[in-house]
């Protein structure tokens, strides 16, 4: 039978796995999103980061045995340095956020990553932007705004969110720089270790021993986030970005599901249309980039 299943999945296209890797990635990030909601209904968000962030660990050990001590040497640990500092803030405003924040709002502003991640490449980086992505630019914002709803409330949640957003946005792009240094392993065992000392720190001032059941709930939300990951980049490799980009909106019906079975959240009108704004801004954004690359890509052969 099982045998039959695997049979089954390796004849789908490579386009058809893409799509189903896509939405499988979504529902584990939302799942995540909201097992980290239950989470910090009885324990601190920082020592749920802090359990987190060590069984990541535990479960990416593996990986480090096949692959040997030598795969987790760094040639750039100034900027492995900072990316632990930067993406121990960006876990620790999502968590806290995300226990102070409605599902699908969190989610809706997640979906800035990408346009923060363009201004600070035209800010470090020198990256040229054409006018079409200013626009965008501006397009994304002003949907962060209306999901925002400052005319109403500007909480403390959501700003955290942002705040997550605009961090997780500076670590894509110290990821990049590290990719020309060091391998994948080391990127990736770096990011997680590189988290322990800010979340044990924060952790120790609100401690409170948790309860097996706690426990597993830590253990399942490190296994949620490590399959985002896996199913994101298993579907990055049999299509393009630019194809699975629309399909990320999909987390926000997700998130809306969740919210509203778990914890009777309605999200406002806002919210779809700010959403919408945001991730046809974000899609946009990485067209073009897709597109940039290639044409780089094509004058390189060119010239070669």
Known sequence: MNKDKSKEIKTLSPALLAVLFMVLSGIFATTMHCLIRFATE?????????????????????????????????????????????????????????SITELAKATALMFTVPIFATILAIIFLKEIVGIRRWLAMCVGFIGALIVLRP???????????????LMWSSSMLMAKKLTQTDTTVSITFWQAAGLIPATSILAIQVWVWPTFEQLIMFLFIAIA????????????????????????????????????????????????LGSALILGASTYIGIRQAKKKEQLSTNTNINL
């Not at 480090?64 to 121990?88: D, E, F, H, P, T």
């Not at 409330?153 to 942002?162: K, S, V």
């Open 225 to 272: 986030g490590t399959l985002v990951h896996w199913f994101l980049n298993e579907a990055l490799k049999r299509a393009d970005i630019t194809a699975l980009l629309p399909l990320d909106y999909l987390r926000l019906i997700w998130s809306v599901s969740l919210g509203f079975i778990f914890f009777n959240e309605i999200p406002h009108v806002g919210l779809w």
């Open 42 to 98: 009885d324990n601190h968000p920082f020592e749920v980061a802090f359990f987190r962030t060590i069984f990541v660990l535990l479960i990416f050990l593996p990986v480090v045995i096949k692959n040997g001590m030598a795969s987790l040497k760094s040639n750039n640990v100034k900027l492995q340095s900072y990316r632990a500092v930067v993406g121990s803030i960006a876990m620790l405003c999502m968590f806290y956020g995300l």
């Open 151 to 165: 005319d109403v409330e500007l909480g403390f949640g959501p700003l955290l969110i942002l705040c997550a957003s």
